[in-house]
């Protein structure tokens, strides 16, 4: 059952950062930054160790593997480690490896690996999509690429599937077109795709106004439920509060804190207790 929510009310309610929260993040930040200054010695001397042991079992382990058709494979996501785990597999397939990532990232650590042969940066696709795509497809033909494999974001996924079309012509591109990859990233109507392929599906509701959670009788269900935003959310993405909760004070200062509204709608759906499973 995935479907909208009526409104009763489109009164809006938004929580500033207070001051508060602005010094502790702060004192967070100054700590975290202490710490590391602290432990740089360290971490100098594990570096140094790592660095000379990869030297050294570079010296006794055989080359990577020799292929016939050895292909030149471009993967975005350079800071990522599922970016380099990646690169590692195709180095050791025998494949020339390029490495990429935006500009922001520029000295990742990922670039001085022995798998990676080029290394480049790029502009942030969310701010500048045809300076991205236009860079991807310079990249693609300078370095006679054969095979495209985006390891990006959440926010990065659209701009590969944009950039497919560009790309195509020139090397296969491993990774979906922009209606698949809106519907995937869309919670809800990833949601209501699955129920239309007759999987079991938790009960799931479109928010685009707190109002709607506020007026919705929790009294005949039976499970929980949780909001996740629809955009992701890297700060509340995580954030699993079930509800109703204690009291309706509670639900309603919990709902009226997310920032909800009809251009960041929200999904309030059943939560399924269980192991949970993550693969990439």
């Given at each position: 059952m995935a479907q909208s929510l009526p409104l009763s009310s489109t009164r809006e309610a938004t929580s500033p950062i207070s001051l508060v929260a602005q010094v502790k993040a702060l004192f967070q930040n100054l700590g975290t930054l202490t710490?590391?200054?602290?432990?740089?010695?360290?971490?100098?001397?594990?570096?140094?160790?790592?660095?000379?042991?990869?030297?050294?079992?570079?010296?006794?382990?055989?080359?990577s593997a020799v292929v016939k058709n050895r292909k030149n494979i471009l993967i975005s996501g350079g800071k990522m480690t599922k970016a380099l785990q990646l690169a590692r597999s195709f180095h050791a397939?025998?494949?020339?490896?390029?490495?990429i990532e935006t500009h922001k990232y520029w000295l990742c650590g990922h670039r001085f690996s022995g798998a990676i042969s080029r290394f480049y940066t790029t502009p942030t696709p969310q701010y500048n999509p045809e300076a991205y795509i236009q860079a991807l497809l310079d990249i693609v033909k300078k370095e006679n690429i054969d095979v495209y494999v985006p390891v990006t974001s959440p926010v990065g996924s659209y701009y590969d599937s944009l950039a497919k079309p560009a790309l195509s012509p020139y090397c296969e591109v491993f990774h979906f077109d922009a209606d698949v990859t809106q519907m995937l990233d869309d919670k809800f109507a990833f949601s209501e795709k699955a129920r239309a392929l007759g999987l079991s599906v938790p009960k799931s509701f479109k928010i685009t106004n707190p109002e709607q959670v506020l007026?919705?009788?929790?009294?005949?269900?039976?499970?929980?439920y949780i909001l996740k935003s629809?955009?992701?959310?890297?700060?509340?993405?995580?954030?699993?509060t079930k509800l109703p909760c204690d009291t309706p004070e509670e639900t309603a200062a919990f709902v009226r804190s997310l920032p909800i509204s009809p251009e960041k709608p929200w999904i309030m759906q059943e939560f399924i207790p269980g192991k949970e499973f993550c693969t990439h």
């Open positions: 710490i590391l200054l602290l432990v740089l010695p360290i971490n100098a001397a594990i570096v140094l160790v790592s660095l000379f042991w990869s030297r050294l079992t570079r010296l006794v382990h055989p080359p397939a025998g494949h020339r490896v390029i490495l007026n919705f009788d929790f009294s005949g269900e039976t499970r929980k629809i955009p992701y959310d890297s700060v509340r993405r995580l954030d699993l």
